[in-house]
């Protein structure tokens, strides 16, 4: 655990929340305490704080939808599970039989997860000014100068829409593939399609955000020359 800690450059007073926050579902299931979900719940909401504070001080001139768009790339699943990689958490994640077995751990949903359950459990562990500069080191991770440029990826729903649109055709449509696990820990799979063909297909902890990555995917499948 000193490794991590490291890697996190924070050191925990009660090593066993961190320990907590490593701990998938699947290794205690029925024991609703045992895992990481709740610790999940409480991360999101500390990364929201954080990341919108910095954005309001950072960009003074950016309107509130500009701001939203930006921070919903900033705690999204990708990003989110690019800074755990990044960690190496996927190194120390507990996880049952099972989602070994099919690699659950290389999944961006439950890489996703467990970042914001570290910063859940450094946040319990400290305070809300300790852990801000945690999340703002990871936030320096990505390219700041050209985050103006990823707008049309970040909301990659709009960018799509206005692609079809210059060409005169009709709009995608998305449709809910898939929807599983538990009320409180949902992951959803949505899949854009036009005509017969599907464009892209994306997981997200809701559908908005699902529907975001199955755009992302379409943009990034489609021929740029089209």
């Not at 990341?51 to 900033?74: M, N, P, T, W």
């Not at 799509?160 to 995608?172: A, I, K, N, T, V």
């Not at 409180?184 to 036009?194: G, I, L, P, T």
């Amino acid at each position: 655990m000193s490794r991590l800690e490291n890697n996190l450059n924070y050191k925990f007073k009660e090593l066993g929340l961190l320990e907590l926050a490593l701990t998938h579902r699947s290794c205690c299931p029925g024991e609703p305490t045992g895992n990481n979900e709740r610790l999940e719940f409480l991360g999101d909401a500390v990364l929201q704080i954080i990341v919108s504070d910095h954005l309001y001080h950072q960009y003074f001139d950016f309107a509130e939808g500009r701001l939203a768009k930006i921070r919903a790339f900033l705690v999204s699943q990708p990003t989110l599970a690019s800074h755990a990689r990044r960690l190496e958490l996927d190194k120390y994640m507990k996880v049952g039989r099972s989602e070994t077995l099919s690699r659950a751990f290389e999944r961006d949903s439950l890489l996703c997860d467990v970042y914001e359950a570290v910063i859940g459990a450094i946040y319990l562990d400290s305070d809300l000014e300790t852990v801000r500069p945690i999340i703002l080191r990871h936030l320096s991770w990505i390219d700041g100068e050209h985050l103006e440029e990823q707008l049309p990826i970040i909301d990659a729903k709009s960018t799509l829409q206005e692609r079809f649109q210059q060409s005169g055709q009709d709009l995608p449509t998305y449709y809910l593939a898939q929807e599983h696990g538990p009320d409180h820990a949902k992951e959803f799979v949505m899949e854009v399609v036009f005509g017969n063909k599907v464009l892209g297909r994306g997981v997200g902890r809701t559908k908005k955000e699902a529907a975001q990555n199955a755009a992302r995917a379409a943009l990034a499948n489609l021929d740029p020359q089209e």
